[in-house]
Every structure is written in C-alpha cells, then in structure tokens.
C-alpha cells in the first residue's frame, strides 16, 4: 500500500484542498485507498511533524485530498471528510490561503 501522487506545488497548491490528519500511518493510508475508491483525488499520505517535535514517534499522517468525486475542490466536501476522519481518531480541515 503507498499513497497516491500528488504534492503541494505552491504556496497556493492546497488551496481548496482538506488536509485530514491521522495519528497511525497504517490507518492514514487505509483510509487513503478508502478516498480513492470514493473518487477523491490525489490523497497523498505524508508526515506532518511540528516544528520543535524531537519524538518521531509523535507525529501525526497528513492525507493530502484536494478534488472531490465531483470535480470540485475537496474543500466542498470537508464535513463529510471530517466525519471519516473521526472514525479513525483524527479530524479534517479545509486549507485556506
């Protein structure tokens, strides 16, 4: 399993985009291929360590959705993303510039 392609490309490349933030990577990128199968695109998987954090162990996995089944931005989609979100223990949020 790995994550989808995709990357920031900008300081406006998430604009639109809903970054869903998960403790475990395993379930980062369960939930991911789940996205994907659901026509969300691309759902890139990364690490968001916060400045300061020594503890690797302590980060949190970013999934990247930025476009919707729909065609439109996945911003439009944020309190269903939210939703799946807290099944696995984390949240959404939609970017804004």
Same mark, same amino acid.
């Given at each position: 399993?790995?994550?989808?392609?995709?990357?920031?490309?900008?300081?406006?490349?998430?604009?639109?985009?809903?970054?869903?933030?998960?403790?475990?990577?395993?379930? @980062?990128?369960?939930?991911?291929?789940?996205?994907?199968?659901?026509?969300?695109?691309?759902?890139?998987?990364?690490?968001?360590?916060?400045?300061?954090?020594?503890?690797?162990?302590?980060?949190?996995?970013?999934?990247?959705?930025?476009?919707?089944?729909?065609?439109?931005?996945? @911003?439009?989609?944020?309190?269903?993303?939210?939703?799946?979100?807290?099944?696995?223990?984390?949240?959404? @949020?939609?970017?804004?510039?």
């Amino acid at each position: 399993m790995g994550s989808a392609t995709g990357g920031a490309g900008g300081p406006d490349g998430l604009a639109g985009a809903v970054l869903v933030t998960l403790a475990d990577r395993e379930d @980062a990128e369960e939930l991911a291929e789940q996205l994907l199968d659901q026509g969300y695109a691309p759902c890139t998987v990364h690490r968001d360590m916060l400045a300061g954090e020594d503890d690797a162990e302590d980060v949190d996995w970013v999934i990247e959705v930025r476009t919707g089944p729909h065609g439109g931005p996945a @911003a439009l989609d944020e309190p269903h993303l939210h939703q799946l979100a807290e099944d696995y223990g984390g949240f959404a @949020a939609a970017h804004r510039p």
